[in-house]
Every structure is written in C-alpha cells, then in structure tokens.
C-alpha cells in the first residue's frame, strides 16, 4: 500500500521540562490509552504530494490545511483542532511538524486535509462519528486534494505508526502506444461518474464507498491530462475518446473501465489513478459522439486499463523487517511485460526474484523509492517497481505463473495470469455467421464478432450477471438455422471431438463450416431445447496451425438465441419515447408451473422461458427505490400493446399482436404459466434482497432448474397509457407488470358473447409483499368499443 497513500507519521515529543519516562505525571486518559496533556507532534511527511514520486507523476499537490478530529472508545465526538497553512512548518528533511491537543478520553483520531470540517460533518444527531456519510462534490481538486485517515491511540503511543491518508477521489488519464503514428488523440471525456463521495470509508482498496443518495453525471469538454473524479461503482463510468484516425476528422471511441483485458467491469476507487492506453486502432470510430454514446464499446480500438501502480497487498515479516508484494496481475496475451511492486525494510535493502514459467524470461527494475526515514525510523525501506519481461501467448487458453520475491529470509509470491490469444480481432480469422433470419442492412454477417460487439444487445458479460457469452459461437434454442464460416489457413490442423457439432472443408477449401450436427432433422430442430455449452473439459473446436503455431479453441454455446425486433414490434406495438429495437441476444431456462387441469386434477408442466423480458438489454433486476439498481432499467425491455383489435370480433379472434411479439416457438407468457409458477412452492415470489449498499428491496423472481443459472427476475416497470407517445402517462413505477396472452374468459368475468369479452386480458402485478394475477382493458372504451388509449406493459416469452 506504500505507493498509493499519503504517510504520516505521528510521534509522540514530550515537555521538554525535566522529562523522563519515569517522571510524566501530566498524563490524561480514563479508560482509553493515555496522552500527555500537552498534545501531541505530528510529523508529516508526504512523498506522494512530491512531482518526483511515483503516484503523482506530474501534478504538484499540497497540504493547505488540516483537522485531527477526536473519538472515544464508542466512535463518539469529543472535539477537533484545525491547522491552518503557515502553522504546517516544513522541515529540511522534507517533514512538515504540526502540534496538535488531544481531547481527554480520546480512542481514536481521524485527519481531514484540505475540507473544512463542520460539527454535522464530524458527528451525527447522536453525536457519534459521522465522517463515513458527509460528504464533498463539485469538481476535485488535483492541486489540494481532500485526504483521509485515522489511527487509534493505543498505536500511536507505540512510536511507530504509519497512518495512511487517501484522497477522496479517483482519476483517470490517456495515452497511445507509440507505433500508433495514424491515430491522434484529441481528448477524452468521462460519463456517467458520481457526482460527490464520502469523506471516509470502511472500504479502501475492496470496493466503492457511496453516499445514501448519488447521481451520476457527464464531464462537460473533452481535454488531456488527468482527469479526477469521485469513485464510481463497477458498470457505471465509461469514457468516450476523441481522435482522428488515418489523417480524417474527429470520430468517437467509446471505452468502459475493464479489468485488465477480462470481461469484468472495474470498480472506480478513491486514490486511485486508471491510466487507459489505447494499443491498436482498425478503424475510425463513430461520427458523432451520441452515436459512441449509444453502442457498446467494440473491437475498433482496443485499449489496456491499469492500474497507476499495483498496490501492497500481502505483507510477511520477521522480528526485524518486512516484506511486502502487491496482489495478482492479469496482461493480455500480446503483452510484453507485467509490472509488480513490492516494499522491503531489510536494512540492505536487497532482493531476489524467480519464477516458475519459462514465458517470463527475465525482469527489469523500473523504479526504487526510498521511503521516508527519521531519527526513530532510521531506515524504513524502499519500494520497488519491475517489468516482467513476457513471451507472447500464442494460445487461446491462459497461462498462469508464480514470481517469488524473497529479501533476507523472508519470501512471498505473486501470481501472473497472460490471458489467451484474441482470435476474435484476428484479421485472418474473421468468422462469418450465416442465415440469421430477418437480415437487416446494419447486418454484417462477414465479421461475426464485430457485429457481436457493436450490434448485439444483451450479450455483454456486464448484461449476463458477470457471464460471458461473448467469446464463442452460438447455436440457437428451439429452432436452429446459422452456421458459422471460419477462414481455412495453410496448414491448420482441427479438432471436434463433439458430435453435437460437425465442421469440415468447404469445397473451395477456403472455410472450415461450422453446423449444429442433425440440423436438417426436423424434429431435432425445431425442438432442441437442451441447453449445453462446450467447457475446457470438453473442448469443441480447436484448430491449430503447424505454421504460425497459434492454437485457437472456440467456445460453442446452445444455451438461447438471437432475435430482431423489428417492425411493428418495434414501432406501432410500443408505447414509449424510446423503444425496444434491433438485435438481442435471449437465454432459455427451465421452469415449472403446476397447473390445474379442467377435471381439478394437477400436473407439473414444464416451460422454456428466456431469461429477461422482450427487448430487455440485460437480465439483472430494476428496483427504482435503490441506488444500485435505479439505473438498471435496460432489464425492462419495451412496453407492449397486448391487442389493436377495434371491435368485438377481432377482440375474440385477432392475435395480430400476440403472434407479432413472437420469436419462433416462444411466445407471450399466458396466465397459466405465471399463475402455475406461484403455485409451484412459491417459483415465482418476492423476496427481500438487499443491495451491497445495505438496501432492502423487495425482489420479484424465478426459480429455475439450471445450475448455472438459478434464479431470473422480473424487474419494476410500471405500465404506459396513452393514444400516441405524445401524450403518455406512466403509471405505478414501484410494480413490476407483465401482460400475458390470457384474455379473461367467461368464467372469470364476461361471457363468451358480451361485446366485452376479448377486450379484457390478464397480467400479472407485484407491489410490496403483494402478488396477483389482476386484468385489465388493453385500451380505453366500453361495450365492445376501442377509444384509443392503449395500456403498455413489459411481456415475457416461453415455449412448451
């Protein structure tokens, strides 16, 4: 952790009137450790506020002023002392000496640089310490940045405590490999971050500390340099960078805060510095910025984000010194080198390093700094950085390997994981998908993958609860039609060992064709709902050139499908400003309903349900009422009319829309699934969750019969009502809302022949505790008559 915080030493100088150990008599204290009555002296010494040191880079940073805030044993607030500029008095050394009184009773001290604390900042309404909530917005400041830390009494006696200060913020650089002569980076700008943090936390390095209440908002121009920002939680900030490509005008890139080259999105944290470089560019970026804004980040521009410098995580040590090393370090494939860090305090300063894979085949030190010493502390180590250097991964696997630092007689080991080689952006191993149906003119089926990452909604491991589905080919559910082109080198050498799928040398020898195995069986078909995806013990397709040496294993996934909405699903079917359209990617799990047959016998029928409503972005959850799922409402989908019928006859006959919404054998959900699943020991309920930010919310979901997949939801969404999208109403955000394809029948309210009947369709209603299956006229009107004003609701699709 040395290089990622602020060091302040804190000791304790007593009265220079004839002092001895033996002879303090001025001593305070009660029941908590005792401090002399005089105060204390703290000895600041700030190496990270430096231009030379290695967090800062390049931005002088400074102590304007300073609070040491007091707190019992119990957290209470006993009292604080401000330290204003002139009464911070350097020191030769490059120490800063403040002395400061400790109030009586004091357990504990926190230190606030740079903010000016108020009463309701250092305590709450029961007087207990309330630094984890104030908190401070606007923009940061790079120059004085708000630190904080604390440290108990009871350590600070001992002589020999380091108290860490962090800022309150995060930020965020640019920069390009220099082989990149064709691409001119003209700015970047950061959206969607919060707009203030906490003063304190209680998670440091594990994860984001949030206000009760936070919004997020956009950086106002693009510029160079660093950018800070309050720390943001995983999913949320991205970047948009703006650049010239080949000599042409400005076009946008969109880029999300990845973790080391995985699909995982990276928690923004305070004291943190995410230097993103940009390694290859194929192609200029979106014209516009909104156009960036509205896609997902793609394979055009690939970036690395990392880390300013990896921080100390795992410390050893023995009687008289420790060693520390910083955590596990992921690199991509490609990479050349992997950086790590760690700190010794053997006085020699002397270290060794090894390592157990012949792919790292050497290291180099890039950077020594000498920790901050004094007359107590006469040596209190170096921190050091070295590059690995890496041999390229030509293998789609990852590799790990263990480096062991060891100083004196102390050791400890840092694992590095090379990811697999990117065969995705390989130009010559472009896979081509053929025979999606409903082929569009934004469809390019000639690269399979870029169409994935730029068109595809919902296949993201961000939009599948952290699973990845992005990297393989998939097989549909249900009725199969694609198959998959892959370009033949020179060569190859492939292996299937799978008979679910078979590939073989197109006739020109050009492509290796890639078919779901009984494809032309009708009955295999249309009615394959078996759900497998290949796994590393089962691998399904592996080619492997003799030449170029580079193994490629393909990932095959028959686990849901792709679908477009298009049409008038897309258009005069939804109600709102924005609609569901394009292609989307669905999962299928397995449920059962028990249902009531008409002779009041039950059985248990089993359905194929996709795992999120149509036109849904993601499967997660929507709750309104939180402040980590209020912003999910891409789990929503598009609200739907249930019907368009204008007068009885087509209200008792027409299923236009019904049939419409319709994907193959999936269709709107009826009343007897739902209303089967609640009875069913309670598989559709609500449940109370509550969020990583200690938020209860009530929890519409679905218990499932995959292992991979347990559990789906069915998220908040209120329902639309109105003639056009002009004059919408949006009702009851706080239910969550589904229409089914049920019309209620005569045994439920109308006959058969009401002009009524067939105007009235059941849907299904969660608020609170309180689940139903209620109904409702899909549009305003009465006997038999369709005034215009339609209702809209979210829909969800199965097949039997």
């Not at 002395?99 to 001290?109: P, R, S, Y």
């Not at 559910?477 to 292996?495: A, C, E, F, R, S």
Request: glycine fraction near 6%; aromatic fraction near 10%.
């Amino acid at each position: 952790m040395y290089i990622k915080k602020l060091t302040i030493w804190f000791f304790m100088l007593l009265s220079m009137v004839s002092t001895a150990c033996s002879d303090i008599r001025d001593i305070v204290g009660g029941d908590t450790p005792d401090v002399p009555s005089e105060g204390v002296v703290l000895i600041l010494k700030l190496p990270n506020f430096t231009k030379n040191t290695v967090a800062t880079r390049a931005t002088e940073q400074q102590i304007n002023k300073l609070c040491v805030l007091c707190y019992d044993a119990d957290d209470k607030y006993l009292g604080m002392s401000n330290i204003t500029g002139a009464d911070i008095k350097p020191n030769d050394d490059g120490t800063c000496k403040v002395k400061v009184k400790v109030v009586e009773g004091t357990a504990t001290l926190h230190v606030v640089a740079n903010a000016t604390i108020t009463e309701s900042d250092a305590k709450d309404a029961d007087g207990k310490n309330n630094l984890y909530n104030a908190t401070r917005e606007g923009n940061p400041k790079l120059t004085a940045p708000v630190c904080w830390g604390s440290v108990k009494v009871e350590d600070l006696l001992s002589g020999s405590t380091k108290v860490w200060l962090f800022r309150q913020f995060a930020k965020a650089s640019v920069t390009k490999d220099s082989k990149l002569t064709n691409f001119e980076i003209t700015g970047f700008r950061l959206f969607n971050t919060a707009t203030k943090g906490t003063i304190a936390t209680t998670e440091l390095d594990n994860d984001v500390s949030l206000p009760s209440s936070v919004a997020y908002a956009d950086e106002e121009d693009y510029s160079m340099g660093e950018h800070p920002f309050y720390e943001t939680p995983a999913g949320k900030a991205y970047m948009i960078i703006r650049a010239k490509y080949d000599g042409g005008p400005d076009t946008y890139y969109k880029v999300e805060f990845l973790n080391n080259g995985t699909p995982t999105q990276m928690a923004l944290l305070r004291n943190h510095h995410y230097q993103v470089k940009v390694t290859t560019v194929n192609h200029e970026g979106w014209a516009t910025e909104d156009e960036a804004i509205n896609n997902l980040s793609e394979n055009r521009l690939t970036v690395e984000v990392v880390d300013d410098n990896p921080p100390i995580v795992n410390m050893i040590a023995c009687k008289d010194y420790e060693l520390g090393v910083c955590d596990k370090q992921t690199v991509k494939g490609n990479a050349g080198t992997a950086t790590i860090s760690f700190v010794t305090t053997k006085p020699d300063f002397k270290y060794n390093v090894k390592w157990n894979a012949d792919w790292i085949t050497g290291y180099k030190e890039t950077k020594s700094v000498v920790l901050p010493t004094s007359a107590e502390h006469p040596s209190t180590g170096t921190l050091y950085t070295i590059d690995l250097t890496l041999t390229a991964n030509c293998q789609s696997a990852a590799q790990s390997g263990i480096v062991t630092i060891t100083s004196g007689d102390l050791s400890r080991e840092v694992e590095i994981k090379q990811l697999g080689y990117d065969f995705r952006t390989d130009k010559n191993r472009i896979v081509q998908i053929r025979d999606l149906e409903n082929k569009s003119s934004d469809l390019n089926q000639d690269d399979y993958f870029s169409w994935m990452d730029s068109k595809l909604q919902g296949i993201s491991p961000a939009e599948n609860q952290g699973r990845v589905r992005n990297d393989g080919l998939h097989f549909f559910v249900g009725k199969n039609q694609v198959y998959y082109l892959i370009p033949y080198i020179d060569k190859d050498d492939m292996t299937c060992n799978d008979p679910r799928v078979t590939v073989k040398l197109d006739s020109d020898k050009k492509f290796w064709e890639v078919r779901l195995a009984n494809n032309s069986d009708e009955s295999y078909n249309v009615n394959n709902y078996n759900r497998w995806i290949s796994n590393e013990a089962f691998t399904i397709i592996t080619i492997t050139n003799a030449r170029t040496k580079i193994t490629v294993t393909y990932p095959v996934y028959h686990v849901g499908l792709f679908a477009q909405l298009t049409g008038k699903a897309a258009t005069d079917y939804q109600l709102g400003k924005s609609k569901a359209s394009g292609w989307y990617y669905y999962e299928m799990v397995n449920v059962v309903a028990k249902v009531t047959k008409k002779d009041g016998t039950t059985e248990y029928k089993p359905y194929y349900m996709l795992d999120r409503n149509l036109g849904a972005t993601n499967n997660g959850y929507y709750s309104p009422s939180t402040t980590a799922l209020k912003d999910n409402k891409g789990a929503i989908g598009g609200y739907f009319k249930i019907s368009e019928a204008t007068n009885s006859t087509d209200a008792k006959n027409n299923n236009d829309v019904v049939d419409a919404l319709a994907i193959g054998n999936f269709k709107v959900c009826d009343n007897m699934c739902l209303q089967g699943l609640i009875d069913n020991n309670n598989d559709l309920a609500i449940e109370e969750e509550t969020t990583h930010y200690g938020e209860k919310y009530n929890c519409l979901r679905i218990t499932t019969r995959n292992r991979d997949i347990p559990e789906i939801f069915i998220p908040m969404s209120g329902y639309y009502e109105g003639k056009t999208d002009q004059d919408l109403v949006y009702k009851d955000s706080y239910h969550a809302n589904l229409w089914t394809s049920s019309r209620l029948s005569d045994y439920q309210g109308f006959s058969s022949t009401s002009p009524e009947y067939g105007f009235w369709y059941l849907y299904l209603d969660a608020f609170g505790k309180s689940l139903n299956m209620s109904n409702y006229r899909f549009v305003s009107g009465s006997s038999g008559k369709n005034k215009g004003r339609y209702r809209a609701m979210p829909v969800r699709l199965v097949a039997e």
